[in-house]
């Protein structure tokens, strides 16, 4: 996601504090904004994790995706 959205949603957010609120488009433009962000933080969370290994008493390295089969 680009700055440029997270500057939206930030925008959207501090407009939503304020007495005229929201109209229903921006209401709208900000939940496709945050479902976006939502998902693109899910994926490289998922990233990072698929590329995390743990050493076990052995010294052994596991992927950590290999110990979730287990």
Known sequence: MDQ????RINELSRKAKTPEGLTEQEKQERE?????YIDSFKRSL????????????NGN???????KKK
């Open 4 to 7: 440029k959205k997270i500057d």
């Open 32 to 36: 496709v904004l945050r479902r976006e």
């Open 46 to 57: 998922v990233g990072h994790l698929d590329n995390t290994y743990i050493v076990d008493e």
């Open 61 to 67: 390295k596991v992927a950590l995706k290999d110990r």
